[in-house]
């Protein structure tokens, strides 16, 4: 007899009453995403995995007293270090709100720290009781104008998914949708070192014959979409539609709208980017669920959104439901419409009494700039007009503004009257020294200064 | 520029528009099972793929006049053995009929040519228009008990999976469920074996805690079912439900009461076996659609079970839907709820138009029996009962009768006149001479014999 066998054998046994369980969480209202009813059930789990609905001898019983119980959420695609946590203490945090499972794409740390931070988000997540699954990042540098820490190749990629089967699930996604449409090279090697692969997708606004030129070249998923009618052409065309609501975006309140009885199957909730004090105050995906269900969709379809519709999408086996052989990722709820949350339960054990520590060292600081002096920031001009960056409150686009200049001494300066300020970003990759200057509106910075080296894509200190 | 990326430059080009596609369908009502609507488009196809639904230059225009446009139909469970056809013939005949591929056990041509037979299967489908996926037979010989022609092991199993990872996608229905649940060990290397791949189940009337460990040993779909307890049940539990309508059994009409507007996905149309004459007569899955149309279904529903739910359940990638890079497989329909066939494509070509034929030998016969003398059919008896196997009108299971023995020279004999028959298995793969012999009722042979090597599932001659 193998080991293979063994286990099937110890299994077998196990689901038939020969050997106690471990867990048996009696009296749950079920809310089955797989047979699209709320049913009553135990649930008996060994191993971390779910054993079935029977009554069970068990090594420890929990009384649900009639609880909801939901299969552990899921975020099809998130930004970790854009919550500024590293990965253990994210997914603790984010545990604690019902979540099972992320599929991230370090994205972020890799324009700083190249394949070295890659590695650093597999080691801190490695055997955590939330699952991190990674997408390889697509678009390091984001574009060819950008001075970022690192530039990752197909051969990177080709790398990274042979090393890491398991964890890596695809290639994330790809941005430089102009490159693709123009067919440069660099982009489609990357797409076609991603093979069969799940590649995702980040196409705002593309239409038409250039949507199908996209898809066509790999591209299965989409969590730009914005409007209805953008997200009803991408559905029919076989775009697996994630709806985004994070920190910064918001489209969930307009997306659903898209929503009949025969479509849901090809859309997941996201959230893409979720800051520190949200996942606090709010949650991650909970959060999600609360407004869809507070504004009208059934309960059923929305957990089915946010569990085995990623789990599908992502080709992840046994995973976004409570059923046999199912990982034991599950949630207790006081109240389903409220998403009120009684307990969280991972491979099986409370998120209460599981360990979210990781031996992972974090890398030192990447932070390297040249030493610079006050003359960096002169702005030498005579007279005339500035361009000037237009900040939009809540949007993340501008506008392009023209503004007379304020001089002194024969440099441009800030004019904080005309909230007009002075804006500088420095190389901090490489400590070469460049400087890009710049001047924006509608900071309302009335004095002093801001920086930090959080700057999408690159992360140069700004 | 390697030949990936340059695959990819000529199909991006083609969908901008910058060469023209091969196959320009306009003006369909498309019946789009990822969106889940009904809406108006043209169907480009470049290479055998579809390319989008806008307007293209095309070396070929078709105008469909406003008929329906369904994605090519797929059989999730068939034995094509048992239509008499072989795979070319019974590929033209499906295909004529909508069916644009199947997954098929080859299990019947396994229990008496082994491995052999599976080849052939695999060889005499190779490459034609319809697609004949196999999944690999679990159960030569069914049981232990029979005299089939062949043995196939675990090491048979994983060699033909790593030999044909692309056209044979898992293991096929594990019947042998009593040996799973008894922890037989060839049958449960067999399971091992297939790893993470595609496993069918077989469980007629299985539940509860048995239920559970047949599915914690690996299978994951069930086209034995024929109630909706039973089905709910094994939804629940998570197993893909084949709801089985074939020459012999019929499940449609009782099983569509399990689904509701949160479970289809779970679901597919299959019909394990479908006679040639059926094939000729009534059709093959499209007379699956039209009855369940008939029965109150939707029609996207019904069209997503015959389609995009099957390719999802054996992870078959850009199939079982009419979109930009799915195979161009689709049917053009007069009328939708009567499922009325215009015309049917493959690859974009028209089935009518296509080539079905093989260059693959069809074997030798297998049929093998000794020399046979009129004294083997003698059952020696004085007088008494004898057991006999009473028939039930349409129904697989027969009940055990005791009827007085008709005794002639020494010998039990057939008695017409109370509907007795006496009934013969020789052996017939290896000429063993071995006779197996006994009495039926209720066939209503009044004189004459039958005769047959069709006799599930280890086809001796009967």
């Known amino acids: ?162 090393r890491y089967p398991q964890r890596i699930l695809g290639l994330a996604e790809m941005m430089n ?14 797409l076609a070192a991603a093979g069969d692969r799940v590649i995702d997708g980040h196409a705002p606004l593309l239409t038409g014959r250039d949507l199908n030129a996209y898809l066509l070249a790999g591209p299965a998923s989409d969590h730009e979409t914005t409007t209805v009618a953008e997200a009803r052409e991408k559905l029919r065309k076989g775009m697996h539609l994630f709806i985004r609501e994070g920190s910064q975006e918001h489209n969930m309140l307009e997306l659903i709208g898209v929503l009949n009885d025969f479509n849901s199957q090809q859309t997941s909730f996201v959230s893409d980017d979720r800051l520190v004090n949200d996942l606090l105050g709010r949650g991650h995906v909970d959060d999600i669920l609360r407004r869809a269900m507070a504004a009208g969709l059934p309960p059923l379809r929305v957990v089915q959104m946010a569990t085995i519709n990623s789990a599908r999408y992502f080709r992840l086996q046994r995973r976004g439901a409570v059923a046999p052989g199912y990982r034991a990722d599950f949630v207790l709820l006081d109240d389903l419409e409220t998403f009120a949350i009684a307990d969280c339960y991972l491979r099986g054990r409370r998120v209460a009494d599981s360990d979210f520590t990781s031996a992972a060292p974090i890398p030192a600081s990447a932070v390297r700039v040249a030493k610079l002096t006050a003359d960096v920031l002169r702005v030498p001009v005579e007279a005339g007009h500035l361009r000037v960056i237009g900040l939009i409150p809540g949007q993340i686009i501008t506008e392009h503004l023209l503004y007379e200049a304020r001089v002194e001494d024969g440099s441009a300066v800030a004019d904080p009257g005309r909230d007009l300020a002075k804006l500088a970003v420095f190389e901090r990759h490489r400590a070469t020294g460049r400087v890009g200057l710049g001047f924006v509106s509608g900071l309302g910075l009335a004095r002093g200064a801001l920086a930090g080296t959080v700057a999408h894509d690159s992360h140069n200190l700004i």
């Open 1 to 162: 007899m193998t080991e293979s066998t063994q286990r099937l054998t110890d299994i077998i046994a196990a689901a038939r009453g020969g050997q106690p369980v471990d867990l048996l969480v009696r009296d749950v209202r079920l809310v089955n995403v797989l047979s699209g009813e709320i049913h009553p059930a135990n649930i008996a789990v060994k191993d971390g995995v779910v054993i079935g609905f029977e009554e069970y001898e068990a090594g420890m019983v929990v009384e649900a007293g009639g609880r909801f119980c939901v299969p552990g959420l899921i975020d099809g695609h998130i930004h970790i270090e854009s919550s500024l946590l590293t990965p253990p203490r994210f997914a603790e945090l984010a545990a604690r709100h019902g979540t099972a499972a992320v599929i991230c794409d370090p994205h972020e740390i890799a324009n700083v720290m190249g394949g070295a931070g890659i590695e650093y988000m597999l080691a801190a997540s490695e055997g955590l009781p939330l699952s991190v699954f990674v997408m390889m990042p697509s678009c390091v540098p984001a574009t060819c104008m950008e001075s970022a820490g690192a530039a990752l190749t197909d051969a990177d990629v080709l790398d990274f998914l042979s």
């Open 177 to 190: 949708y102009p490159g693709v449409l123009s067919g440069h090279d660099g982009a489609l090697a990357k």
